[in-house]
């Protein structure tokens, strides 16, 4: 891999590479299926996510999931996609998809390095972020509508609640 003096990764070498580089700092379980993927479990404030960067080298675009694992075994009612919308709404990068083949939710967020000649580690920890803190403030959410009570409304009020002051 060729870095450059200011420690950037030349586009014309694969991403992932330099992600996973960064990714073992971390000091995280992650391992390669392939060239351009790279899987890891990173522990966030709920539950381990299972995050997965995708390179598309014709497009120039990096891709990052993370899905939820909590399936329920029960049917999950269409209002499911009543909250993933609303939840969508609130949120700046990246969006929730309601997987019904897998009764599970996936988190997307799209990097498009086009027209870059270089990703830094602050990019890499940015993208982690997004991540990892929207699925941490949406996991609730989630977790109530499929265990507790399917209304989307509720589930979201109910985990959002803004706190004033400290305890």
């Known amino acids: 891999m060729y870095f450059d003096s200011q420690n950037k990764i030349n586009p014309s070498y ?15 379980d992650f391992f390669r299926d392939s060239p351009n993927h790279l899987n890891l479990n990173y522990r966030g404030q709920w539950r ?10 014709q497009n ?41 083949k897998l009764d599970t939710v996936f988190f997307k967020y799209h990097v498009s390095v086009k027209g870059f000649d270089y990703l830094t ?24 509508f499929f265990f507790k009570k399917q209304d989307p409304k509720f589930a979201l009020s109910a985990s959002l609640i803004e706190t004033n ?3």
């Open 48 to 57: 381990c996510y299972n995050v997965v960067f995708i390179w598309d080298e």
């Open 121 to 144: 580690e602050e990019q890499i920890d940015d993208i982690l972020n997004v991540v990892i803190n929207e699925c941490d403030k949406y996991f609730p959410a989630f977790y109530l």
């Open 14 to 28: 694969n991403p992932i590479d330099y992600i996973e580089e960064q990714i073992y700092k971390l000091d995280v």
């Open 60 to 100: 120039k675009i990096i891709s990052v999931s993370s899905h939820f694992d909590i399936t329920k075994k029960e049917k999950i009612n269409k209002n499911i996609y009543s909250l993933v919308s609303i939840v969508n709404e609130k949120i700046n990068l990246g969006y929730f998809h309601y997987c019904s």
């Open 165 to 167: 002051g400290q305890a």
